[in-house]
């Protein structure tokens, strides 16, 4: 099981350990596990794509910014600085997110591509643009977006 990231993922991880950075090496060792642990999920071990493992990161930012709201709004800020830390370490390894303008160019072209007219064509504009979008864009952003142009 080899894929680019996980590769860089691995390669990183032991520089960290040599520059004897701990909070970088404590992230990386979270990460590549967390790769290793989906490839091992379910009966049989299976080899991970490219995809799969950036879908794996992607998730493991989703946690940490979560985790991050969670202190913040429990007054625990130096927790959640940690939480917001290690979020940024693991979306170096992600794509570049798109802006919110090209966001919303993407969403007005699926929107006329599929010629959704209402909210109830947001599931199959959803489909459409995450699709497209892939793993470079914000689930929430494009969720309001579309919402937004089918609204209105």
Do not use: H
Not at 22 to 42: C, I
Not at 54 to 72: D, F, N
Not at 114 to 133: F, H, I, N, Q, Y
Request: a negative charge; glycine letters at 6%.
């Amino acid at each position: 099981m080899s894929t680019p990231t996980l590769d860089r993922l691995t390669s990183d991880l032991t520089t960290a350990m040599k520059a004897r950075d701990s909070f970088r090496t404590g992230t990386l060792r979270q990460l590549v596990a967390a790769v290793r642990a989906e490839a091992k999920a379910g009966p049989v071990e299976k080899d991970l794509t490219e995809d799969d493992v950036l879908r794996v990161l992607a998730r493991e930012v989703k946690k940490r910014r979560e985790s991050a709201e969670i202190y913040t709004t429990a007054g625990a800020d130096e927790r959640a600085a940690n939480e917001s830390a290690e979020a940024d370490v693991v979306e170096e390894y992600l794509p570049q997110q798109l802006s919110d303008d090209e966001l919303a160019a993407l969403v007005q072209d699926v929107v006329a591509a599929t010629g959704a007219s209402s909210l109830r064509d947001m599931g199959a504009v959803m489909k459409e643009a995450t699709a497209r979008a892939g793993l470079s864009a914000d689930g929430k952003k494009l969720s309001a977006l579309v919402r937004a142009a089918l609204a209105g």
